[in-house]
């Protein structure tokens, strides 16, 4: 038996950065995300023509630690443990852990083609704890659209008029990570002196973008998104010692976010997650303004729409 599975990445608009409980995965705070079209992870399993477990991601066999971490993952399936000898085959058009939710997708997608291959049909939040076990924020991408994953766990699409938005990632630097957000946000918890102002404060901010959202108030909710971010960032930042993911060039992209919002008046906001690149949430109408300014600069973009379609079988 052959199962597939395909799952889209999720950026958050409002972040996830903290576990309170790092045995169920449940965070300090809810987030809030979007599913996106253009990046995803493909995931098919079948028995091992070798009788061996092994993981291959785009074709080459995964390093160790990748390879331990799916078949822990795996354990929670119990017919799983009966007959490891299986073979995860697994596809990304996302760069591998460079802060473009690459273990979002993966997870979900694991999890949805398990779900199938051991015939265990569990129904949504199950599965969404089983995800969560990979990478927290990957029970978000078992949805499409803007989905709210809460402290309890639970998670939920809501919804709002997105039908023209656009993401815009600027790609600054694709390759790995030097610090895991697994690491950093757990030594943000323990050491940052602003981690309580976080929680306080990505508390609020969800409120105030469900608010906008229902409001349709585009331009409130993009700064609301836009603060939520650079706190994030600006609590690992207080970190001890320092957790800083910014290069000049990130710098350099906020700068310019900041300047088309204020000069010209251009309604573009812009988020960062754990790693370099920016990710800019704006209308149809002017990705074709943004790209411009962004290829002046030298910059690399991709354009990224939101699909209502989360994680699916094949
Ligand atoms: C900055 O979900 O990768 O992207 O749960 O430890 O696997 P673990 O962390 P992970 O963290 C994502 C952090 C973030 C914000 C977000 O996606 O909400």
């Not at 994953?149 to 656009?166: F, P, R, S, Y």
């Not at 906008?212 to 609301?224: D, M, P, R, W």
Request: hydrophobic content about 40%; overall charge neutral.
């Amino acid at each position: 038996m052959k199962v597939t599975a395909q799952a889209p990445i999720n950026i958050a608009l409002i972040k996830y950065w903290g576990k309170k409980d790092d045995v169920q995965m449940t965070p300090y705070n809810d987030s809030l995300s979007v599913t996106l079209d253009t990046f995803h992870t493909t995931t098919t399993l079948m028995p091992h023509p070798d009788h061996i477990f092994e993981l291959r991601i785009n074709h080459q066999t995964a390093t160790e630690a990748e390879t331990l971490k799916a078949y822990a993952f795996l354990t929670q399936f119990e017919s799983f443990l009966k007959q490891p000898a299986i073979l995860i085959d697994s596809h990304n058009t996302v760069y591998k852990a460079a802060g473009l939710a690459s273990s979002a997708s993966a997870f979900a997608a694991l999890a949805k083609a398990a779900d199938q291959y051991y015939q265990t049909n569990h129904d949504l939040q199950t599965l969404a704890a089983i995800t969560r076990q990979g990478s927290g924020s990957a029970c978000r991408s078992l949805l499409g659209g803007l989905v709210r994953w809460q402290q309890d766990g639970l998670i939920k699409n809501i919804e709002a008029n997105t039908d023209q938005w656009v993401m815009v990632f600027v790609l600054i630097d694709t390759s790995e990570k030097t610090i895991s957000s697994r690491q950093a946000m757990k030594h943000t918890v323990e050491t940052s002196s602003l981690f309580d102002t976080w929680v306080h404060s990505a508390t609020h901010h969800l409120d105030d973008a469900l608010k906008h959202l229902k409001q349709n108030n585009f331009f409130a909710f993009g700064q609301t998104i836009e603060n939520n971010a650079l706190l994030m960032h600006e609590v690992m930042r207080a970190a001890n010692p320092p957790v800083d993911y910014f290069t000049d060039q990130t710098k350099r992209v906020l700068h310019l976010v900041k300047q088309l919002r204020t000069i010209d008046d251009v309604p573009v906001f812009a988020s960062v997650d754990a790693g370099p690149n920016v990710k800019i949430l704006t209308k149809q109408a002017h990705v074709n303004t943004l790209i411009k300014k962004c290829r002046s600069m030298g910059l690399t973009t991709v354009v990224t729409n939101i699909t209502k379609q989360g994680a699916k079988t094949l």
